[in-house]
Structure formats: C-alpha cells, structure tokens
C-alpha cells in the first residue's frame, strides 16, 4: 500500500525477516507513515470503529459457536442454555447480538459520511463498490444470524424473507425450496443459514482487506474533498489518526457497553423468546430495526414483485451512486442545495425506519409511499440535476489553506494562501 | 527455440485447447452435486407422502388445520352462508379470477381445503378474519374471502389448493 517507505528495521531478527517477508515495513508504511489529511473529522474514525466490530463479531460468534446447537428441536435450547448455564455466556451472547446493531450503526454512520463529503466519486468508485459489497455481506450475515436462535421472529423472519424469492416468476418456486432444502423453513434451513452465517464474516474480512487497499491507493477522502497537494496537507497516520480513531472508537465501546449491560434486550423482540412455531405467525412481524427502511419500503408498494424489486433496487442503486452524482464539487460543504437534499434523505431514511415497524395500513402506507418516492428520487432525479444546476461556493486551494484561512464566505473569491 | 507462426497448430496449442475444454466440463459437473445437495433430501421427500383426514369431526363453520409437507392445510367446513357469499361475487373483478366451483371438488361444495399459506411472503393467515369473513394474513394485510381468495391487500393470488381427493364422502387424501 502506496505509503512512504521510511520503514528502518531495527535489530537483527527484523532486519532478517524484513528480507524475507517485508510485513512490517507494509504494517509501517500503511498504519504509522500513511500520509492522512491534516483536516480529518470524527466522522472519519468509524472505518477504525467498523474493523474493530467486526473483530468482536468474530471472536464472541467463534465463542458462542462451541455452545450452539444448529438443529431445529435444539437450537432454542441451546441459546437458553449459554444464557443460564455457560460462564458468562450471557455477557457473551449479549457482546454479539448487540455487537450486530452497534456494527451498523457503525456502517450507517459511515455510509451518511462518505454520502455527505462525496467519498464516493473519482477517483475512490470501486473503493465506494466494495464498501456497498461490505453492507450487503453484512445484511446477509445478520439475518443469517438472527434465525439461529429458532425463536419465532427467527423463524418467520426466515421465512417472510426467503418469500422474497418466490415472488420470481417461473424459477420462484423451485429457488424458494432450493433454499430451504424442504416444503417449508425447517431443520435443513437453520444448517445451511448456520453453515453461511460462521462463513461470511471471514468473506467480508477478505473483502474488508480490498476495501482497505482500495482505500490506500487512491488516499482518503477530507472534510474539503480537495486531494491533498503537498506535504503540509497531511499528517502522519501515527500518532495523529491513531489516537483520534482510538478515543472514539473508546467511546464508542462506553456506548456498547450500555446497551449490553443495562438495556441488552431493547433493540430485540420479546417473540423471539417464544420457540419457533411453524403453525402460528406472529400478530407482528417486524425486522431487526437495521432493515426497518428497507422493509417499509417493500410494504410500500401495493404489488409483490414490484415491492421486491424495490427493495433489492434501493440497495443496489447505492453501487451507482458515483455515477448519479453528476456534480464536479466533491465535498457536501461547498454545495448548499445539496446539503438541504442531503439533510431531507437522511430524515427520509430514518423515517421509512420509524414506518417499517408500525402497522402496515392507513396513514402510516401514505406516508412510506412519499418517502419510498423521495429515496429513490434522491438518487435517479435529485443528485444528477443538482450537479448541472447547482451553483456551489468556491473550494479552497489546499486543504492547508482551508485549515490554516478557514472557509470561504459565499460568493467571495478565493484569498491568496499565505506562505509561512 | 524457434518462434512458431500464429496459423500454424502446434500440440501446445491442441493440449492448451483440450485441457480448457476438460476443465470446463469438469467445473460445470462438479456445480450438479454442489446445488443439488441443497434440494429436499430423499426423507424430506419420502415424509412428504399422502395423508388421509377423516372429515366426519369437524363440525359446520370450523377449520381443521393439519400439517402436510411442513406446510399447514386449512380443511374449511364451509356454512350455506359462506358459500353462498363466495359465489355471490363478480368473479370477473377478482385480482386472481377464479369461481368458488373451481375451487372445490363436485358434490362436495362445503369443504374447502386449502394451503394456508398467504401467498405474499408467506405468512399464515388466521381464519374467520377481515372483511371477507375468509382470511386475514396478520403480516402485511392480505385479505381473503370464504373461497380462499385474494380480494385485497399485497398478496398476488389466491390460496393455493393442494393436490387431494375424496377417499369417501367423510374422509379426504391429500397428496
């Protein structure tokens, strides 16, 4: 990874290895020499935040997977039985199964971010790609994760969402039991999702590592969306991104922890507390809440094919967001238009949330119509007419003259950048 | 070594094409077990075999609800109301036009037997609920009427009828 190789082995068993497998020069030069710009806000540290979640994932689910029963009449069983019996079981099952929410509150964050300051466009595009990859492996690893405990919201949450798949015409039916591996979600589909589930954390390991390399090729993204031009644009990844991504991810892990030790059933559902019953449906199915917009917007639309598509479609459409967004002012700061309709599709996005778990009748489908109808026109009709349209104040020269002069009044020309 | 035209054919050329081809063929055969290990076992099949329901308990307006192929089988013992309710309608506006005739077996109009699957995103809808007095699905609304079809709501079609027969005019096999 394209960083400065300052890196002097010291000692001889480094000086040897160095010769050999050249590791701690690539940790150096990506980790402690890594140029950063100067001008990094707290909402870059969640990518830090984001690999460490996924470290607490995979050390308390390996954990938790020599406990766990995958089969149907044992399965629910099992999880009582690392809640009550296994040390500290509860405070690991309670690490993993909030650990899930906290990872996307995480990746939300961190989405809105790179939405926000434009991380999205040229040259960082397939950087942005893989990250979109990273969130659907993520999605698919949490619902898979989320039926294991065969309660009923595992069980009707598998089974509403493999439905998905039936509403294809021809192949649907036949894919649909394909999946199962029955006639309907039962002990066949809770091995194949536990199968899947301990497998794809290690996928978007792998995919995490492009990301980051990706990510090293083309430099970070900054607050003023200018590259960086000369040395006194940047500082040393060590100390200076270290301890910032180290403080909040500190706090972060504060709020983690209040979520596992004081409240550790909030974000869950009492019925998964219930044993799965194939014969019953829940009065209420809901979805973790990390779907919650996404399943609003399925109920949105009145027909099944249509409302999966939509769904599917308001997920993939976020691959071609480098493209949609036609303005050549990369960072939000600069753009005033876009800030408004930046600030409205978040408040659209938390809004299809708060909808996706109420009753899907009267006034609460209205509403997830126009929201549906403004998520969608955020992407196809707002951000490639803003970028023709839009008249955006001036962007500074170097992030160091943004830093060192401060922002540029609208309408104002740039002043010249003072050497010193 | 002497540089080879790129017309002529050499036996690199012949191995390099042939062991592509293998490879190929190779790839594609070992995918057949790899998905098809995913389908219905052979006793999740063989579980799956007809069963008879003896009809003569269930009592005019209930529904017995029996398991076949993992998937619940509502047996309807329909009222004269419910009957005459499902054949009263306009079948040509239905959203999945079908008549109450088709929907059950000659002579034996009272029973209605249906998978009690909502055909939406599969959920089971609970009986003798919403404005049809057929079938409510409790997950996203679907509406059904005492024929098992869809009036309104998301859902695309009418509940599916599984494949049975009359053994005696008391006793039904399914499958």
């Not at chain 1, 890594?34 to 689910?61: A, H």
């Not at chain 1, 922890?257 to 009492?270: I, T």
């Not at chain 1, 014969?279 to 099944?304: C, G, M």
Request: hydrophobic content about 45%; some cysteine; overall charge positive.
């Amino acid at each position: 990874m394209s960083g400065h190789s300052t890196y002097q082995p010291q000692g001889a068993f480094m000086k040897w290895l160095e010769r050999r497998l050249p590791i701690a020069g690539l940790m150096h030069s990506s980790f402690v020499a890594y140029p950063t710009p100067r001008n990094l806000n707290y909402w870059w540290t969640f990518g830090g935040i984001l690999s460490f979640m996924l470290g607490v994932q995979i050390i308390t689910g390996v954990v938790l997977a020599m406990h766990y029963t995958a089969h149907a009449d044992m399965a629910f069983n099992s999880v009582e039985t690392i809640m009550r019996d296994v040390n500290y079981g509860w405070l690991l099952r309670y690490l993993h199964s909030n650990g899930a929410s906290m990872f996307f509150v995480a990746v939300y964050i961190h989405m809105f971010r790179g939405m926000y300051y434009g991380s999205y466009k040229e040259p960082r595009e397939v950087l942005w790609i893989l990250g979109v990859i990273l969130y659907l492996l993520m999605m698919a690893t949490g619902f898979l994760g989320y039926t294991l405990p065969w309660g009923q919201m595992s069980y009707w949450g598998a089974t509403v969402i493999t439905n998905f798949f039936s509403a294809f015409p021809l192949i649907g039916d036949p894919l649909v039991m394909l999946l199962w591996g029955g006639y309907a979600v039962g002990n066949p589909t809770l091995n194949r999702f536990y199968s899947l589930h301990y497998l794809l954390p290690f996928v978007i390991a792998g995919v995490v590592v492009l990301h980051i390399w990706a990510l090293h090729v083309v430099g970070q993204n900054n607050p003023t969306g200018v590259d960086p031009k000369s040395a006194k644009d940047t500082v040393a990844f060590t100390p200076y991104a270290t301890v910032k991504d180290s403080f909040l991810m500190a706090v972060f892990c504060i709020v983690f922890a209040w979520f596992v030790f004081y409240v550790p059933n909030y974000l869950g559902h009492a019925d998964n507390y219930i044993p799965a019953n194939p014969a019953v449906t829940p009065q209420h199915i809901v979805p973790e809440w990390y779907y919650l917009p996404f399943y609003a917007i399925l109920r949105a639309i009145p027909n099944k094919l249509l409302g999966v598509c939509a769904l599917f479609g308001s997920i993939l459409i976020l691959a071609f967001l480098p493209w949609l967004d036609t303005s050549r002012v990369r960072s939000g700061r600069y753009r005033p238009l876009f800030k408004q309709f930046f600030w409205l599709f978040v408040v659209c996005c938390l809004g299809l949330g708060w909808l996706g778990a109420k009753p899907p009748e009267g006034v609460y489908v209205i509403a997830a119509r126009i929201l549906t109808i403004y998520y969608f026109a955020y992407f196809i009709v707002v951000l490639p007419l803003l970028g023709i349209f839009e008249k955006t104040r001036p962007v500074p020269n170097s992030i160091a003259e943004a830093v060192l002069v401060g922002d540029v009044p609208l309408g104002a020309s740039a002043p010249p950048l003072r050497h010193g | 070594m002497t540089t080879v035209s790129s017309a002529e054919h050499t036996r690199r050329d012949f191995l390099y094409i042939a062991t592509a081809a293998v490879g190929a063929v190779g790839a594609a055969a070992s995918l057949v077990p790899l998905v098809s290990q995913m389908n219905p076992d052979a006793s999740t099949i063989a579980a799956g075999a007809p069963i008879d329901v003896d009809l003569g308990p269930v009592a005019d307006g209930q529904i017995l609800k029996v398991f076949w192929r993992s998937k619940p089988i509502f047996i309807f013992h329909r009222t004269k109301k419910d009957i005459d309710e499902a054949r009263a309608v306009q079948v040509g506006r239905l959203p999945d036009p079908e008549t109450d005739q088709k929907r059950v077996k000659d002579g034996h109009d009272q029973w209605l037997v249906l998978i009690g699957i909502c055909t939406h995103l599969g959920c089971i809808p609970i009986a003798h609920q919403g404005e049809y007095d057929g079938f409510f699905c409790p997950c996203h609304g679907s509406q059904y009427d005492t024929s098992g079809r869809i009036r309104k709501g998301p859902a695309p079609k009418n509940l599916a009828l599984p494949p049975y027969e009359f053994v005696s005019d008391s006793k039904i096999r399914i499958g």
